[in-house]
């Protein structure tokens, strides 16, 4: 089992949804998740860190279920600008290392 | 304006030829990484450095060597040695013990 895992989608859903993805981790010793965006042929460009339950900042919410070993990013009233792919990294006690699992892409449509 | 920059944007390469790929960031972070992104992938580590002068091996090194005589500066060395370079190589810093990673623009290598 891969160490981070996520759906790669595509999520294709119309403007103004409410879309949620999730993303699966096998080290029940991760201390921290955060949700990178990236667009097409750019770099990954920080969304959201999750030190806690969760976070939430604007239309995203993260929430962080240790229990099951899996963090989700829900997005609320979804834009065009959306679209891109979301990765997701947690970091364990091994100092900055962070391991990425391979992303969801989400299309929002008009 | 503090940040990472990368150069070249785009690399193309010989089979057979050693390439540098610069990073560069202003923000005094003392961690930096190299990511290896294949199309439809997410990011492997390749190699990173915690402090001036010292760096690890990531999870696929091989094929790959590192310097880190600045703080300010990561440079990648894609040598011959691998046997699959094109890829997207991005680089990142980050401030020790704060996980948040911030990243350059990307190098994208090809070999003819």
């Known amino acids: 089992r891969k160490e981070v895992e996520q759906d790669p989608g595509p999520f294709n859903v119309p403007e103004g949804a409410t879309v949620a993805f999730n993303c699966t981790y096998s080290?029940?010793?991760?201390?921290?998740f955060f949700w990178y965006r990236q667009d097409c042929r750019k770099e990954p460009k920080l969304l959201m860190s999750v030190y806690s339950s969760g976070n939430e900042d604007g239309r995203f919410t993260a929430q962080l279920n240790r229990a099951s070993q899996y963090i989700s990013l829900l997005i609320r009233d979804s834009k065009l600008s959306d679209s891109a792919t979301y990765l997701c990294g947690h970091a364990s006690n091994a100092g900055n290392m962070l391991t990425f699992g391979g992303g969801t892409r989400l299309m929002v449509k008009p | 304006d503090g940040g990472i920059t990368q150069s070249p944007k785009y690399l193309f390469r010989k089979e057979g030829q050693n390439v540098t790929l610069s990073c560069e960031q202003n923000?005094?972070?003392?961690?930096m990484y190299w990511y290896r992104q294949d199309p439809g992938q997410g990011l492997r580590l390749i190699y990173y450095s915690q402090i001036v002068n010292d760096f690890q091996k990531g999870d696929i090194a091989e094929g790959y060597s590192v310097s880190r005589e600045k703080k300010e500066s990561f440079p990648l060395t894609v040598t011959s040695a691998q046997k699959n370079p094109t890829a997207f190589y991005l680089c990142a810093s980050s401030t020790t013990g704060v996980n948040e990673q911030f990243f350059g623009p990307g190098t994208r290598l090809t070999v003819l």
């Open positions: 080290n029940s010793a991760s201390q921290s």
């Open positions: 923000l005094n972070h003392d961690a």
